[in-house]
């Protein structure tokens, strides 16, 4: 295990409109505000055609291919997430939602592409006087965490 203190500073409230990207606008919001790590929470829904990262192809492959899911039509959304710098100082994103429509349900990471269906709504919890960075793993192909 690898931790590290850190202390709430701001607390923004968005809403994302229809079309948006989940990822990109909140990184883009992040850059602007001067926001380098936050907490998360999302609700609302997601359109047709969205695309969820849902595991790896295969757990025991390296580097690792990720599987992904489309969603064929709207669901209702509710998901939560970090955002760290990456080693170039980007703030990067890593948000899981859980994705609904009738008696089906999938989760998955929002890295793939979500685009909003109507509106998202974030709760996003500033966090300052963090080490935290997202580090390329050269072995796993993707940025961990590194506290």
Same mark, same amino acid.
């Given at each position: 295990m690898q931790y590290s203190q850190a202390k709430q500073g701001r607390t923004f409230v968005l809403r994302l409109e229809d079309g948006e990207v989940v990822h990109e606008e909140i990184e883009r919001f992040a850059r602007d505000k001067g926001i380098a790590a936050a907490a998360l929470i999302i609700v609302g829904g997601a359109g047709g055609e969205s695309r969820l990262v849902v595991g790896p192809e295969r757990g025991d492959a390296r580097p690792i291919?990720?599987? *992904?899911?489309?969603?064929?039509? #709207?669901?209702?959304?509710? =998901?939560?997430?970090? !955002?760290?710098?990456?080693?170039?100082?980007?703030?990067?994103?890593?948000?899981?939602?859980?994705?609904?429509?009738?008696?089906?349900?999938?989760?998955?990471?929002?890295?793939?592409?979500?685009?909003?269906?109507?509106?998202?709504?974030?709760?996003?919890?500033?966090?300052?006087? *963090?080490?935290?960075?997202?580090? #390329?793993?050269?072995?796993? =192909?993707?940025?961990? !965490?590194?506290?």
């Open positions: 291919t990720p599987a *992904t899911h489309i969603l064929g039509d #709207v669901h209702e959304v509710a =998901g939560t997430g970090t !955002l760290f710098p990456d080693e170039e100082g980007n703030p990067t994103l890593h948000l899981h939602m859980a994705c609904g429509r009738g008696d089906h349900t999938v989760t998955g990471c929002v890295r793939a592409g979500v685009k909003v269906w109507q509106i998202l709504e974030v709760i996003l919890f500033e966090l300052t006087d *963090t080490p935290g960075r997202r580090v #390329v793993d050269p072995g796993l =192909g993707f940025k961990l !965490l590194q506290t």
